[in-house]
């Protein structure tokens, strides 16, 4: 039974741990995405699921929800894929004069290939400039595109309701009501580009990327910062007040209990708690011991025979500490300089093994939830902190598909003025992700050996 309550406990914890944190980096970048005029059609917290509880925002045309799948979160930023299909710009006007149109139909009127237009609507779909039919013949939707697309709702200016303040409601078509395109068909399609995150430059696009690393980072402080100024913490305090007692210990059997104070061990003074473990580690192996104590406000004598391992079984005193603002600030960022230096010793050859030997997969992280939870708000917010700045700094490491990666392709791309080709760029992605699935099963391993 303890086993399946623990093992329920660190699937709690570990779930309610990692997808909150996931969900706040993801958030960062659905904001930054939002303050730099990019389309978000979906941010959820959870895995992508057709199942699912949503409300769609009038103000923005964003889809807001969860999902059963918790393990983090996802936003859909318009126009990450890089997709760039030569009979868009004609499928997207067309589409909007007739109000909807099939896939089959446009190809035939327009005269391309059904599969080029399918791709083209795909395009559109996922930059938000199209709303997908599906007929009873499509199969399900989180599996198949659909056979047929219609136009979005327009007002005057051509904006849709994922343009947020500038879309006039008052004044805009239903979707599947044509619209004609008043800026020509080229126009039309580059106006609808620059709401995405392909339509804009370097560095908006490298604050997108950077944005979710950036609030793991601010998230990971201040939880640092409300442990360290507003719960507190607690410090041991090196004074000879017994602060606990174990159950079942000797010093228990003898009558000691917490709040009791120890002046002497076999004639020798005490004044502080090292005094007492350095007494009873001087007199390991002597047998019994005499303690005079302070107990209940009367002086006793009391004889302790400490166990094999030279304990009594008594813990010392702690106090709650509040530290000021400025003083929590400057832990926050000595905390952040030291997760940053760890990570980058992977990067160092004779030093990758022993960070990954100590580093830990999501299995360990849960059950180190569970065990953070169970020693309180301090213990647990300090730990939601360390996975947050992790989770943020790992993220930009440069390597695709990580932040990192994408960050490095841009750059790169900045530099040369040249596009880094789809299919190189999908290969990095794949060797990336390989590369991740390594280091996961030998950490995994690892989680695996400590807990057994």
Same mark, same amino acid.
């Given at each position: 039974m303890d086993t399946i309550v623990g093992f329920l406990s660190a699937l709690f914890w570990g779930v309610v741990t990692f997808s909150v944190l996931?969900?706040?980096?993801?958030? +960062?970048?659905? &904001?930054?995405?939002?303050?730099c005029g990019v389309r978000v059609s979906e941010f959820f917290l959870g895995m992508p699921c057709r199942y699912n509880l949503h409300h769609v925002s009038r103000r923005i045309g964003t889809k807001f929800g969860v999902t059963p799948i918790l393990i983090g979160g996802y936003a859909a930023i318009c126009g990450m894929e890089d997709l760039d299909e030569p009979c868009a710009p004609h499928v997207l006007a067309e589409i909007h004069r007739r109000g909807s149109a099939s896939t089959a139909e446009l190809a035939r009127d327009l005269g391309y290939d059904e599969e080029d237009v399918q791709a083209a609507c795909a395009q559109l779909l996922s930059w938000g400039s199209l709303a997908a039919r599906y007929t009873? /013949?499509? +199969?399900?939707?989180?599996? !198949?595109?659909?056979?047929? !697309?219609?136009a979005m709702p327009r007002d005057a200016a051509g904006n849709t309701i994922y343009d947020g303040r500038a879309f006039d409601h008052a004044h805009a078509t239903a979707e599947g009501e044509s619209w004609e395109p008043t800026m020509g068909e080229q126009a039309f399609f580059d106006? @609808?580009? =620059?709401?995405? !995150?392909?339509? *804009?430059?370097?560095?908006?696009?490298a604050f997108i990327l950077v944005a #979710?690393?950036?609030?793991?980072?601010f998230a990971g402080m201040l939880l640092l910062m409300s442990v360290y100024s507003i719960i507190g913490f607690d410090i041991p305090v090196n004074e000879n007040v017994i602060g606990t007692v174990e159950a079942g210990s000797p010093a228990q059997e003898a009558g000691l209990a917490a709040g009791d104070k120890i002046l002497s061990i076999d004639g020798q %003074?005490?004044?502080?708690?090292?005094?007492?473990? =350095?007494?009873?580690?001087?007199?390991?192996? @002597? #047998?019994?011991?005499?303690?005079?104590?302070?107990?209940?406000?009367?002086?006793?004598?009391?004889?302790?025979?400490?166990?094999? %391992? +030279? *304990?009594?079984?008594i813990g010392v005193s702690y106090e709650r500490y509040h530290l000021g603002i400025l003083d929590s600030f400057q832990l926050s960022v000595d905390y952040v300089y030291q997760t940053v230096a760890g990570i980058?010793?992977?990067?160092?050859? %004779?030093?990758?093994?022993?960070?990954?030997?100590? /580093?830990? =997969?999501?299995?360990?992280?849960?059950?180190?939830?569970?065990?953070?939870?169970?020693? #309180?708000?301090?213990?647990?917010?300090?730990?939601?902190? *360390?996975?947050?700045?992790?989770?943020?700094?790992?993220?930009?490491?440069?390597?695709?598909?990580?932040?990192? #990666?994408?960050l490095l392709i841009e750059i790169i791309q900045a530099i040369t003025r040249r596009k880094i080709p789809v299919r190189l760029q999908t290969a990095l992605s794949l060797a990336g992700?390989? &590369?991740?699935?390594?280091?996961?099963? !030998?950490?995994?391993r690892g989680d695996i050996l400590r807990l057994l």
């Open positions: 996931v969900f706040i980096h993801e958030g +960062g970048h659905f &904001l930054a995405a939002r303050a009873e /013949s499509d +199969g399900p939707a989180n599996r !198949y595109y659909p056979s047929a !697309y219609a106006r @609808e580009r =620059s709401h995405t !995150y392909l339509g *804009l430059g370097f560095w908006r696009r #979710g690393i950036l609030v793991n980072v %003074e005490i004044e502080t708690w090292v005094d007492i473990t =350095s007494a009873i580690q001087a007199h390991e192996g @002597e #047998g019994a011991l005499s303690f005079e104590v302070e107990h209940s406000g009367n002086l006793e004598t009391m004889e302790i025979t400490p166990s094999s %391992e +030279g *304990l009594i079984g980058s010793q992977l990067f160092v050859p %004779e030093r990758t093994m022993e960070v990954l030997d100590n /580093s830990t =997969s999501v299995v360990g992280i849960s059950v180190m939830s569970a065990q953070a939870a169970s020693l #309180g708000a301090s213990a647990y917010l300090s730990f939601a902190a *360390l996975i947050s700045l992790s989770l943020g700094f790992m993220n930009l490491l440069p390597i695709p598909p990580l932040d990192g #990666g994408k992700i390989a &590369l991740f699935g390594l280091m996961f099963i !030998y950490v995994l």
